[in-house]
């Protein structure tokens, strides 16, 4: 099963809402950063280049949950920086379940063993650990050695009181068809994962590498043929069918921004959290003062090589709903 029942009901009725109220534009997920610090200078991140004064804030526990509160949302994805380091991210979390909110830890996993205690299983709660390949294309991703064994080892540990745990992992140029699939078939068949999130490195201007992010081009050529031995309909991915046929090019979308807005220190944040075009104070300020239409391939030149799953999920989500034969497919894949 790639997404849980529970999710999967409670998202479809969320639609449905926004439907019979004639929303045009809502969020489906908010990345939330509740701070930039982190204990990684990975080569292809562009968070972690603020001023010292701003990587030591710590955004406060009610300003976390009342961005979530206000916008409505039904997933949340927290990241940062390392939401670890946040001395209240336990809090914050406890508080987002309690609304219940299905909550996406995301983590280097450094500290995730010495932080687990602080943490309960839930069906609303999930690790979602970066894994960026198997050990040493990994820990030349992240800069550091030793963090890939740290990671598998604090996976092992969740799995085992009970965790849901889930991974992120983005491709380069490094990348090819079989590293793909070595490290999706480790992370599925040996970690044994709930879920995995996949996705095009996007061109972080201020990365410290900038030679290696993929293009439009080569990024449907690595999909397309890393997936062509059928392996993609046994993979726990978490993903829509559409937007996995996006990334192989079967299908072209256009970008909505909107559907996972971005909630940091500095507000919410234009059009996405890969780009920083200014920022609102409120949610509806976000929705109804940006320009979304300026936004995507072919609008925007920033967004030339961008495939991103914060653009392009969400259009493959409400694609799929308005489909029978693409709704057939989503809940067959399960």
Same mark, same amino acid.
């Given at each position: ?11 479809? @009725?969320? #639609?449905? /809402?926004? %439907?019979?109220? $004639?929303?045009?534009?809502? =969020? ?6 509740? &701070? ?72 280097? @996993?450094? #500290?995730? /063993?010495? %932080?687990?205690? $602080?943490?309960?299983?839930? =069906? ?6 970066? &894994? ?203």
């Amino acid at each position: 099963m790639s997404v849980p029942l529970r999710q999967s009901a409670r998202v479809g @009725a969320y #639609l449905l /809402e926004q %439907k019979l109220r $004639r929303r045009e534009k809502f =969020p489906l997920l908010v990345e939330l950063e509740p &701070l930039f610090q982190c204990n990684l200078e990975c080569a292809g991140c562009g968070k972690i280049q603020h001023a010292d004064h701003v990587l030591r804030r710590r955004m406060p526990v009610e300003q976390a949950v009342g961005a979530i509160e206000e916008c409505g949302a039904p997933m949340v994805s927290i990241a940062g920086g390392e939401p670890l380091i946040h001395p209240e991210i336990d809090e914050i979390v406890r508080q987002l379940l309690a609304r219940k909110k299905f909550v996406y830890l995301c983590t280097n @996993a450094l #500290l995730m /063993e010495r %932080k687990m205690e $602080r943490f309960t299983p839930s =069906p609303y709660f999930a690790w979602a650990v970066h &894994l960026d390949g198997l050990r040493e294309r990994h820990d030349a991703s992240v800069c550091r050695d030793g963090v890939f064994d740290k990671a598998v080892a604090a996976i092992h540990a969740a799995k085992q009181r009970g965790f849901r745990v889930t991974t992120n992992t983005t491709f380069f140029t490094h990348d090819s068809p079989d590293t793909v699939r070595r490290v999706l078939d480790f992370l599925n068949d040996e970690l044994e994962v709930d879920q995995m999130m996949i996705s095009p490195a996007y061109a972080y201007e201020k990365a410290p590498d900038q030679e290696h992010f993929l293009g439009v081009r080569q990024t449907r050529e690595l999909f397309r043929a890393a997936f062509a031995d059928g392996r993609r309909q046994r993979w726990r991915l978490n993903h829509s069918p559409l937007f996995l046929d996006f990334l192989e090019g079967k299908v072209d979308l256009q970008c909505t921004a909107w559907g996972i807005p971005s909630y940091s220190l500095f507000g919410w944040q234009r059009p996405c959290y890969l780009m920083a075009d200014g920022y609102a104070k409120t949610y509806r300020e976000l929705i109804d003062t940006t320009d979304w239409e300026a936004y995507g391939r072919g609008r925007d030149p920033r967004c030339d090589n961008c495939m991103a799953h914060c653009g392009y999920e969400p259009t493959a989500v409400l694609a799929t709903t308005r489909s029978v034969k693409q709704s057939l497919r989503a809940v067959l894949q399960r």
